[in-house]
């Protein structure tokens, strides 16, 4: 009978460590959520002992609050790209809703951490309704312009942004699991509903915005 060979623990650097407990960490708690991820878990994940996660971190409560930030940074950049590049009103929302449609097809644990409620020992921690207050924010500046330029009172920007963008994100909580209609379909019922209004909703919606071509398509 052979025996194995033992196991030899990979070493990292410090930034190596630090950055596969954040991965670690947001893969689980999107999956399980906060309450039901350990310390144990994580570190078992990593290969590491706790104390490593609390060095990193100062514990579950650290990372957490770390997994939260990032996963929020990167869905406002997607934001801030989409809105600050040239466009008339009906292309700016379809390129949010697809940014937020996207982002759940591609980082889905991401998004699920985001959307779960923060625990009460992170309450400084930024939440979902935070990102999307944010987000609403960057939209009001654009639809001031566009109320002014068309005799509206531009003070109603706030409302209507606020309507706009929650409209979206909660139409993007449903989608996260039942993952039909496909995003573009989702994206321009989204806008017919919002650009055209009840009164004038197409019965086929499309979006003007081309669909990127795959790379071994191009």
Not at 98 to 103: A, D, F, G, K, Q
Not at 130 to 139: F, P, Y
């Amino acid at each position: 009978m052979t025996s194995s060979a033992p196991r030899h623990r990979v070493r990292m650097t410090g930034a190596q460590r630090r950055q596969q407990l954040l991965d670690i960490g947001r893969e689980l708690f999107g999956q399980k959520g906060y309450e039901a991820t350990s310390i144990e878990e994580i570190a078992a994940h990593a290969d590491v002992s706790k104390p490593v996660v609390y060095e990193h971190f100062g514990g579950k409560e650290g990372l957490y609050a770390v997994v939260v930030d990032r996963e929020m940074q990167v869905l406002l950049d997607r934001f801030t790209s989409a809105l600050s590049s040239p466009g008339n009103p009906r292309e700016l929302l379809e390129r949010a809703a697809l940014v937020l449609l996207e982002y759940i097809e591609e980082d889905t644990e991401g998004f699920r951490v985001l959307t779960r409620d923060a625990p009460p020992v992170t309450s400084g921690v930024g939440t979902f309704s935070s990102l999307i207050g944010e987000v609403a924010r960057k939209v009001e500046h654009i639809l001031a312009d566009q109320f002014d330029e068309r005799g509206y009172d531009p003070q109603l920007a706030e409302l209507y942004s606020q309507a706009l963008v929650g409209m979206v994100a909660l139409v993007g909580q449903w989608w996260l699991d039942s993952r039909s209609p496909g995003k573009r379909e989702v994206a321009a019922h989204l806008v017919n509903l919002a650009y055209n209004g009840l009164a004038h909703l197409e019965a086929e919606p499309n979006l003007v915005t081309q669909a990127p071509v795959p790379a071994a398509e191009a």
